[in-house]
């Protein structure tokens, strides 16, 4: 089984790492759409992790689609790391799904805002000085 | 603590919309525990900001920066080497730290980014709950432990009104009647005699009503 190579792959050690800002983060780079794999309810390794997850992935739809980008850019999935075939099938279907959506609404200013980021770190470290 | 919730995500818009650089600032106090305005807020809502201006093809920079306190002189003179950069601030502190940064740099619009609203504390993770309206006189001896003033809805002071229902206020099915708090607690205590004293008409010149306060120390003053 094979899945798409327009996606790519951010290891955790858990759902529950995921911050808002991470996902918020990989919209600013360019993201099309972002989605976090993460174990079945109840199975979670660490307890809860997934939940906590799930719930943050909420969040970021309302956070989305009122900064115009769209909350249907984010997404949970839960399997099993046994699943290979889910996982393919998961990438798939966000693939398709983001597809018909068409590219992120900020996908033209790419490298204006590498730059920008750049720029935010020197006022930062001016601040600490 | 005190509590805030961000404003509404046009209000923001539209009160950002001239500048095209500016600072947003965070407090790691408050507003940090009720997860309204500390430093993931800031960089959420500067993320936000930055994505909704690209899209409208009027990109911004934000710097994000997050003060210890927005309530004491220190913090806020820290920003003093770098806030000439910025066309304007927008503040997710308390309405507090929002004028006193505008006092510092009286040149610069402080913008406020959040609605703040109660006194409160945290019932549990994610909920914050009023519980003192600083009314400059407490009485929390004679109530043992529960407001009347802020846990009442009318700020009665000598029992409930007839709206108590099951334990509830009339204006909130979810909210507890103050009283019938208070009255658990002195059932519980053993101290029902307290409840027949009467309080007298509260003097309210001791609350935001006298005018806005201040308090001195002039043991303290430098």
Redesign the interface.
């Known amino acids: 089984m094979t899945y798409p190579t327009n996606v790519k792959i951010v290891k955790v050690p858990c759902t529950g790492r995921v911050?808002?800002?991470h996902v918020?983060?990989a919209?600013?780079s360019g993201a099309d759409g972002v989605y976090l794999a993460g174990c079945l309810e109840g199975e979670c390794h660490f307890l809860r992790g997934n939940l906590r997850a799930k719930k943050r992935v909420g969040h970021l739809k309302d956070?989305l689609e009122?900064?115009?980008?769209g909350g249907e850019r984010v997404a949970m999935y839960n399997l099993s790391a046994a699943q290979g075939q889910r996982f393919a099938e998961i990438a798939r279907e966000m693939t398709e799904k983001i597809r018909a959506l068409g590219p992120s609404?900020?996908k033209k200013?790419g490298a204006?805002?590498r730059a920008?980021s750049a720029?935010?770190g020197e006022?930062?470290a001016?601040?600490a000085? | 603590m005190i509590v805030a919730n961000r404003k509404p995500f046009e209000e923001i818009v539209a009160m950002v919309k001239p500048y095209r650089k500016i600072l947003l600032l965070g407090c790691n106090e408050c507003v940090t525990v009720c997860a309204t305005g500390g430093s993931k807020e800031v960089a959420v809502l500067a993320s936000e900001l930055r994505l909704y201006r690209e899209k409208e093809g009027q990109p911004i920079e934000i710097a994000e920066q997050t003060l210890e306190r927005n309530c004491d002189p220190e913090y806020v003179e820290s920003l003093r080497p770098i806030i000439g950069n910025y066309e304007a601030v927008m503040s997710m502190a308390c309405g507090c730290g929002i004028q006193f940064v505008g006092e510092h740099y009286r040149e610069k619009l402080v913008l406020p980014a959040v609605n703040t609203t109660f006194d409160g504390v945290t019932e549990e993770h994610g909920v914050w709950a009023e519980r003192c309206l600083g009314c400059g006189n407490c009485i929390l001896d004679k109530t043992l432990g529960v407001c009347p003033v802020t846990r009442c809805a009318k700020s009665l002071f000598n029992g409930p009104c007839g709206g108590s229902t099951a334990g509830k206020c009339e204006v909130n099915k979810d909210t507890p009647c103050g009283w019938q708090l208070i009255v658990d607690r002195l059932k519980e205590m053993n101290l029902m005699e307290k409840y027949m004293e009467i309080q007298p008409l509260k003097d309210w010149s001791t609350s935001h009503g006298g005018g806005p306060r201040k308090r001195v120390r002039e043991d303290l003053k430098l």
Do not use: A, H
Request: glycine fraction near 8%; proline fraction near 4%; include cysteine.
């Open positions: 911050d808002i800002i918020m983060k919209f600013e956070l009122e900064c115009g980008i609404p900020v200013y204006g805002r920008q720029e935010i006022q930062r001016q601040c000085e």
